[in-house]
């Protein structure tokens, strides 16, 4: 018996080593603090639902049984909800799942897929991870270059066209209409693969009405932003029926766990509950856009529940990200330009908000007086409590 490494399978043979994102949790060890204030994931300052929290509570009582693969009664509320069928509804766990299942379900090694460049991350590791060649196309803007995505696609005959819309990093949108437009420009044989985590805060116009008959759109949504299960790990997408049966033959069927079921369908029962924090988050984004400019940042438009706000240069930002950090404040700057000339923050309770401005404030202040503190120190890494 020798101890020799196996070969890998060639395609995990030849990924770069790559997350997606250092988690929170991996960033307060490596700081070795706590955040005092946790602005950087986009995840729900309001928590969960009371009726949310109760019926978890009560499925933690029969979590020695395994639960329901089919994901039965919150896929035919989500049906309702949308109006289509159960047969339209795929749940997983979360839309990072999601993402992983279409590209195994459409993409060969080999396949071209499109993408815009700084977008949300999670695509492009599944489609590298299952040996798919990624073309990305940069911003226009401030936005998603939508032209030009379609036009990559039609030359690399993609397979799958991913667009995050309202988007991440940079919180903006694309109308209705304009993407109509934009999945006709797009090859016959590919997929737009339409990631609406953020669907909850977006204005209706920024929603194409759902049309389960066309097989070439898939829509992701997800129970971790306005509803506040994040940690649960629970989503969906809404698709052609034969693209969720194609999906049901390689999903895991017992990878959405019980408690996560039942705070989903508890949520999409407190409808009180989610368009309050709905409303919470509109006027913190109101919040940011004000701060932002009286801070002398320029704050992107958002349809989220984050903003980002635009520091100038890239430097500047990445100093910014890391004074702040270095206080206890968690927010992101994304790496690919124009957006790592920003920082990503997301909204706060009203008192998380205050706090957070003071501290850029001094930060800001403290720069402009030119003994600018905040723009030499990086973090130390050293522990500070
Ligand atoms: C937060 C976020 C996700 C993650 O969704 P999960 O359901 O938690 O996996 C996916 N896409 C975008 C654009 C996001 O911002």
Redesign the pocket.
Known sequence: MTFEAPPLAKTVAALPAFVPFVGPLAIERQLGRRFDLRLGA?ESAWGVSPKARAAMERSLRDCAWYGDPENYELREALAFRHRVSPANILVAS????VLGLIVRCFVDSGDAVVTSQGT?P?FVYHAQGYGAVVHRVPYDGDRVDLSRLAETACRQHARIVYL?NPD?PSGTWRSATELLEFAEALPRRAVLLL?E??SDFAPPEALPAIDVGQPRVVR?R????AHGL?GL???YAVAHSETVAALDRIRLHFGVNRVAQAGALASLGDERFVSAVIADVARGVEHYGRLAHRVGLRPVPSATNFVAMDVGDREAASRLTAALLERGVFVRRATEPPMDQWIRVTVGLPEQRAAFESVIGGLLSEAGEGEAAWSTSAPTGKAQR
């Open positions: 986009n979360g839309i990072d799942d949300y999670t995050a991440n990631d985590a953020y992701c997800t129970f971790s932003k994040a790990r629970i989503g």
